[in-house]
Structure formats: C-alpha cells, structure tokens
C-alpha cells in the first residue's frame, strides 16, 4: 500500500522525495518474498494470528499477493494503474 501511494504522490508532485520512498517500498517488497511460500511468495499478517508471529497465504488485492502484484506491475511499466481509485489515491474523478 505504502508503495502505491508514495508512486502516486510522485506522480502528483513530480516531488522526488516521493518517488525514491516508492523505490525503497519496492525494493522491500522484494525482500519480503520467500519462495514457496504463501502466494506467489508473498504472505500476510494474520491478525486472528498476529501473536504467534503467523502469516497466512493471502491472495486477495487489499491484503495479499494480488495487490503486491498490482502494485509491482504500476512500479514497473509507464501504464497508468486505474484500479487504485477505489482506494481514494487516484488523481482522476471517478465520474
């Protein structure tokens, strides 16, 4: 999440501030991943889970692997992602 929101505050400012956090969040991203693990290598906190330190295999788009590819795919081509606006980040009028 930290990551698309950074990349659209860069592309609403063009501050640079914002685009090398959203370098850094990407690079995160990619330490995280663990292969075989949880979906496409990514897992989630379960909060049912959280004390025992467990993560889950999650692929929804909120919590899980397929927003982690979302976010990942925006990061890496020129394409502007559409799919955020339910998340209230887009810069366009949902209209």
């Not at 991203?29 to 004390?51: C, I, K, M, N, Q």
């Amino acid at each position: 999440g930290l990551t698309q929101i950074f990349m659209r505050l860069h592309h609403a400012t063009r501050e640079p501030a914002f685009a090398e956090a959203a370098r850094r969040w990407v690079a995160q991203l990619l330490r995280w991943r663990r292969t075989g693990e949880g979906v496409a290598g990514f897992s989630a906190f379960s909060f049912e889970r959280v004390r025992e330190g467990e993560s889950i295999a999650d692929p929804c788009w909120l919590t899980g692997a397929a927003g982690v590819g979302l976010t990942l795919l925006a990061a890496a081509t020129g394409h502007e992602p559409l799919w955020d606006r339910v998340l209230l980040i887009s810069p366009h009028d949902p209209a």
